[in-house]
């Protein structure tokens, strides 16, 4: 993006990452951002005005009622959006903006209607936010430990609990569910306000599929993923961390595939550096896999193996750029916060997966994930 492009935004920012990075507010309604030959300007509602100058002081604020209000003088009978970003454009003698990709396309056709030609970048809008600053890593590490504390409730609920004669797992006399254990850890990650939602907690062959939450029972002696990324409520940054833990005794095949994801992480940790080309990271686990005996593929209608990406940016988004999978394109930079999480799944063993956090330097990775790596509790 050039530095004069023009540029506008209209959503809200509890959920759109690019509004808040610019903004650094939560307004939980669309609203009009537009940058202007290097200078930003939010478009706020009398509800949210006052606190806009507050916590936007980078901004120039302005109000959206008095420009409806001059329109309707004007004799736009119902002023939309379309028209206040029209009105203040012509002010300005700008015809033409840019806005993201996934703008919306009813606005998009009004302003044309109205002279303004829209042209929509792909890709990211803010290309500077992949690389972060210093305060920006701060943040995610702060979010990081929210979901270390969550984890760690998670791993004292898990050694309390005692063995029942099916296997199945007890916590204070009732069955210890993948529900429980989630609630268990959503609430202490909520008491050190964060915000987790579909917190991972799968035992045994539903920790195959990646990205199931997890169900019913817990079970001893089988491999329970522990996958949980939780927002900070302050600064809308997200943490991510996974461990895979044994209740009782693994199997000698559970233990060799915990042993090779480890070591494919640690591995994954030393080829993590600025300059690296991402898919080579990714490749480089592969093979390894592959040469420990571990082939991934499809067998009996499903997939097994290693088959999602090693790893994926971190920060306002859960997943955001860069990628590290086999068709991610592009090189690491420094400033650059990546989980790396490779795993392995068979549904005869279940799932391993182990996730830590690493910021990208000129000389290689600092994890940012400080807890702990167990299989056996």
Same mark, same amino acid.
């Given at each position: ?29 669309? !609203? *009009? ?69 996934? !703008? ?125 990324? #939780? ?9 991510? *961390? ?34 690296? #080309? ?63 999480? #490779? ?35």
């Amino acid at each position: 993006m050039k530095p004069d492009d023009n540029l506008l935004m209209v959503a809200d920012s509890d959920y759109d990452a690019n509004m808040l990075y610019v903004t650094g507010m939560f307004v939980p309604d669309p !609203f *009009i951002y537009l940058r202007l030959r290097g200078r930003a300007t939010i478009v706020m509602s009398d509800l949210e005005i006052d606190r806009a100058r507050k916590q936007a002081p980078h901004c120039r604020v302005v109000s959206l009622s008095a420009y409806q209000r001059r329109l309707r003088k004007a004799g736009v009978k119902q002023p939309k959006l379309g028209h206040v970003i029209h009105a203040i454009l012509r002010e300005r003698g700008v015809r033409r903006v840019t806005v993201p990709h996934n !703008f919306s396309l009813g606005l998009s056709d009004e302003l044309k209607r109205l002279g303004i030609s829209v042209k929509a970048r792909p890709g990211g809008f803010f290309p500077e936010r992949e690389q972060k600053s210093p305060a920006e890593v701060k943040k995610i590490s702060a979010a990081l430990v929210m979901a270390e504390v969550g984890m760690a409730e998670a791993m004292q609920v898990l050694r309390a609990s005692k063995i029942g004669r099916d296997g199945r797992l007890i916590y204070h006399n009732l069955p210890l569910t993948s529900e429980k254990l989630r609630s268990v850890i959503d609430t202490a990650i909520l008491c050190a306000s964060g915000l987790a939602a579909h917190t991972i907690v799968a035992g045994g062959k539903q920790g195959c599929d990646p990205h199931e939450c997890g169900y019913g029972p817990l079970r001893a002696n089988e491999p329970i993923i522990l996958d949980i990324f #939780p927002r900070s409520q302050k600064t809308g940054y997200f943490g991510d *961390i996974t461990r895979t833990v044994v209740r009782g005794c693994a199997s000698e095949g559970v233990r060799r595939l915990y042993d090779t994801v480890l070591q494919g992480q640690k591995l994954a940790f030393k080829k993590v550096r600025a300059g690296m #080309p991402t898919a080579e990271v990714h490749q480089t686990i592969q093979e390894f896999f592959v040469q420990q005996g571990y082939k991934t593929g499809r067998r009996n209608g499903r997939m097994e193996g290693f088959f999602h990406g090693t790893g994926h940016g971190l920060g306002l988004e859960i997943h955001e750029a860069p990628r590290m999978g086999a068709t991610s394109t592009g090189r690491l930079k420094p400033g650059h916060v990546v989980t790396v999480e #490779p795993g392995l799944y068979y549904p005869e063993l279940g799932g391993v997966r182990l996730e830590d956090v690493a910021l990208v330097t000129t000389n290689g990775a600092r994890n940012l994930t400080r807890f702990e790596k167990v299989l056996e509790i």
